[in-house]
């Protein structure tokens, strides 16, 4: 595609700059002033620290024939107009970088959400496990399936781990259209607040739009929950959805997203509540799981699955409800529920033989309302101590600390604090916030270092006890100051494990 031909995709954009480089083939798009190569279009974002755009002179070296850049930047360094025509540099300056980097990227890579049934899941928690048992239920019906989350941007053929919940336009719309040219029809996406906010799946047509749930987290970047919840609710906008809303009645702000639908626009799930749409009944609860009756728009039928928890429930509803607008049959649904074996880093247990005399599991819980869903969850299918090994990232919202403190000295046996991502905070000064919630009637252990934190709550739980470790699930690093080291819980507890069963 040609520089002019893309230019005339930006609105805010009056008058095309004559320049000789408009009839040049644009050959990719690059945000990185340094990753720029010969023939790519440099799109410079602002950022929180600094702004990308001051750096197109970098661009322009490394090759890209332009730079589209914010007025601020363009003021700062505004480039030479000294010289021949083609000696002088495109650098044109934009009003909205955010709007202008979607609309150019979802033009470059030729609209490629136009060729997908898109879904996407937002809310607080359970937006991986929802996405994964809708991929899971597509696939499992032959439907090539393209999935977009937090662990990795996945098709058949094709995994790349993510930097991001939802990568930014360029990459966003790069990763849409390979999975386009790679056979996929289907296309699972979540969306999270940060995403939304910044404009970054601009572009993006959902034909269903699922909403989990909405509590306490990210407050380092929403100002409020009002906030927060503004953002989520722009996925349900007619700017992004164009089909059906699926929404979790059972959650207060999910009830004021249902009220701003016709009844005919939205399904409404509910773990008990027999008014809604989708429902349950009759539910057992058991180590291997849960069974019961599925009450659907489709009809009723009895099911299992292996997913422990209420709230993983409610996350299969929410599957559920979105694979049935798409046409799947219920009773194959439900044939392949209990064929899904979870997420990496969601209740995963974690054993280095069949017979383990404690049970260990690692879970991504680190909100209030996902470490208290996780230690309920939990609670039945542990004989003895339910001990619960958790922290709190650094550089985010503070007030969740003493929450999480009070949530784990109440419901867990033993509560271990320890370190989660302190990146640029003092370790010490989180601990001592997370402790501010815990009563002066409970001990907690507290061990900075989480791998002494793991192998102390391991090596010391009796036979019939269980140990939990919260707030990481599956990243496979550590954040200390601005250097990401290497750290996987599983890992640290099976080397705990392995110890314990040596002595």
């Not at 702004?51 to 480039?79: C, V």
């Not at 083609?86 to 044109?92: K, Y």
Request: aromatic share 6%; charged share 20%; net charge negative.
């Amino acid at each position: 595609m040609k520089l002019r031909e893309l230019l005339t995709q930006i609105p805010n954009l009056s008058q095309i700059p004559d320049h000789p480089v408009l009839d040049a083939e644009v050959k990719g798009l690059s945000t990185n002033s340094h990753a720029c190569k010969p023939g790519d279009l440099f799109i410079g974002m602002p950022g929180t620290r600094v702004d990308g755009g001051e750096f197109w002179q970098s661009a322009i070296a490394s090759g890209a024939i332009a730079a589209l850049i914010s007025p601020q930047a363009f003021e700062k360094h505004p480039p030479s107009m000294k010289g021949e025509p083609g000696e002088i540099p495109c650098v044109i300056s934009v009003e909205n970088m955010t709007v202008t980097c979607a609309l150019v990227a979802t033009a470059f890579y030729e609209y490629p959400v136009q060729q997908l049934k898109l879904m996407g899941v937002t809310g607080t928690n359970g937006k991986t496990t929802t996405t994964h048992l809708i991929e899971f239920l597509l696939t499992h019906a032959q439907l090539p399936t393209a999935l977009f989350g937090t662990l990795y941007a996945r098709w058949q053929g094709f995994e790349q781990p993510a930097l991001h919940t939802t990568p930014f336009p360029v990459e966003l719309q790069q990763q849409l259209k390979s999975a386009v040219s790679a056979g996929c029809e289907f296309g699972v996406m979540e969306v999270s607040s940060h995403a939304l906010a910044q404009g970054r799946v601009m572009g993006c047509e959902f034909d269903v739009a699922v909403f989990t749930n909405l509590t306490q987290d990210h407050l380092d970047f929403h100002k409020d929950m009002e906030d927060y919840f503004a953002a989520k609710a722009l996925l349900f906008s007619p700017s992004y959805l164009n089909g059906k809303a699926i929404i979790n009645a059972d959650d207060p702000y999910g009830q004021r997203l249902i009220e701003q639908f016709t009844p005919e626009k939205v399904w409404r799930y509910s773990i008990e509540n027999t008014s809604a749409d989708l429902w349950t009944s009759e539910l057992i609860y058991e180590p291997t799981g849960v069974k019961g009756k599925l009450h659907t728009p489709a009809g009723e039928v009895a099911f299992h699955s292996p997913l422990v928890g209420q709230y993983n429930l409610s996350n299969l509803l929410a599957a559920v409800g979105t694979v049935l607008h798409l046409g799947l049959d219920l009773d194959s649904i439900v044939a392949a529920l209990p064929k899904f074996s979870g997420v990496p880093g969601r209740m995963e247990r974690v054993q280095i033989k069949s017979e383990q005399d404690i049970s260990v599991i690692v879970d991504y819980a680190h909100t209030p309302d996902s470490l208290e869903n996780l230690l309920k969850a939990a609670r039945p299918f542990i004989q003895g101590k339910m001990i619960c090994v958790f922290g709190c990232g650094g550089d985010r919202d503070r007030t969740k600390r003493p929450k999480m403190g009070k949530i784990a000295a109440e419901l867990a046996d033993v509560a271990v604090v320890t370190s989660d991502n302190p990146r640029t905070e003092d370790p010490e000064r989180i601990l001592q916030d997370i402790l501010e919630g815990i009563p002066s009637s409970v001990e907690p252990m507290v061990i900075c270092d989480r791998a002494t934190a793991i192998q102390t709550a391991i090596l010391q739980a009796q036979p019939g006890d269980g140990v939990l470790i919260a707030g990481k699930g599956h990243e496979d690093y550590q954040i200390l100051g601005t250097e990401k080291i290497h750290f996987d819980d599983r890992e640290q507890a099976r080397e705990a494990l392995t110890q314990r069963l040596s002595k």
